[in-house]
Every structure is written in structure tokens, then in C-alpha cells.
């Protein structure tokens, strides 16, 4: 499994329903896609949950890697870039992804990105992930728990999806959710 994310910041004064709109529209266009776990749309408010920027960030959660560029390669990608640009697109290997059955129904997610210091014990570090993650995913407000790491930064990433939105943003990023798209 492959998880996968870019981020577009936004102007401070741009109309985030544009977003929004855009989302609705085009966000069901992924449902049946094959190779796919899930793709989340996500849009975050400059000041909304600790925000500092407009941004529109969609996450990933590849079953089949190759299916990652068979969507990047394609005419929907190509769209998204002629609107908005050419993102840096983020992946992770995964180290452990669970999924209710609910999925579809998450409002928010919350993802934060740590950095691995260097010659640290991986094997450990993803053990304590893997149980982080699964832990989360035991609890009632969470619908998705992904724990993933990249070794060309040394990143991991924590995501999960959520049916309301935590108390704080901690030292990640809270995103709100228009649409989960499902295999």
C-alpha cells in the first residue's frame, strides 16, 4: 500500500466554496477507481482549527502503487494541474491502514508529519506506529487510521478520518472532508 497527498495553498481572501463546488462536482468522478483504498478531498480555512492557510489537499490511500500512476498520468490530474497548478506530490509507504466500514462518512481528518532523525531504529519506530494506529482506529470517532513513512525526507505520516473534529490541531493539520471515494 502506497498513501499519497499534495496541497495546494490558496490565497488568504480566496473563496473557499470554489473549493467546495469543485469538490462536489468532481470528487465522485473517483469513486470505482481501480487500486484505490480511498481518496479523501480535503480543504482547510485559513484561521478554521488553528489554520494558517486556504488549502485544498486530497489524501490517498493506494492499494496497488501502480494504479498512483495511472491517475497521475491521466486526463482528471491533468485537469486539476491546468486549474491549479504543478503540485509537489508528497507519497508514503504504508506501515498499517484500517478502514471502517463507515468511511464515507468522515467530516474531518487530522494528519501530521514527524520527522525521523537519522540511524534511528525503523523497526521499532514502525512497531510503535503500527500500535499507535491501531489503537486510533478502535476509537468510536475514527473512521480511517493510516500510519505511513517515506525514507528519501525520513517522514512519517499519522492520518486519520474522523466523523467531528478534535479539540486541537496539535502539530499537524486539520482538514475538512467533501468527499471519500471508494474502490
Do not use: C
Amino acid at each position: 500500500m502506497m498513501a499519497m497527498q499534495y496541497s495546494f495553498t490558496l490565497p488568504a481572501d480566496y473563496d473557499m466554496s470554489i473549493i467546495d463546488r469543485r469538490i462536489r462536482d468532481k470528487g465522485p468522478m473517483l469513486d470505482g477507481f481501480p487500486g484505490l483504498g480511498f481518496k479523501a478531498y480535503l480543504s482547510a480555512r485559513r484561521g478554521e482549527f488553528g489554520s494558517r492557510e486556504n488549502l485544498y489537499a486530497p489524501f490517498y490511500l493506494w492499494q496497488q502503487p501502480e494504479r498512483a500512476s495511472d491517475f497521475l498520468t491521466g486526463t482528471g490530474f491533468e485537469g486539476l494541474m491546468q486549474s491549479f497548478g504543478w503540485p509537489r506530490v508528497k507519497t508514503w509507504i504504508a506501515w498499517h491502514a484500517e478502514t471502517a466500514s463507515a468511511i464515507a462518512e468522515a467530516k474531518f481528518v487530522t494528519t501530521e508529519i514527524v520527522a525521523i532523525e537519522p540511524y534511528s531504529p525503523l523497526a521499532e519506530i514502525r512497531d510503535v506506529e503500527v500500535r499507535q494506529a491501531q489503537r486510533e482506529a478502535r476509537q468510536a470517532d475514527v473512521l480511517a487510521s493510516v500510519s505511513a513513512f517515506e525514507p528519501t525526507n525520513w517522514t512519517l505520516v499519522r492520518f486519520s478520518l474522523r466523523r467531528s473534529a478534535p479539540l486541537i490541531a496539535g502539530s499537524g493539520q486539520i482538514y475538512r472532508v467533501g468527499h471519500v471515494s471508494l474502490p
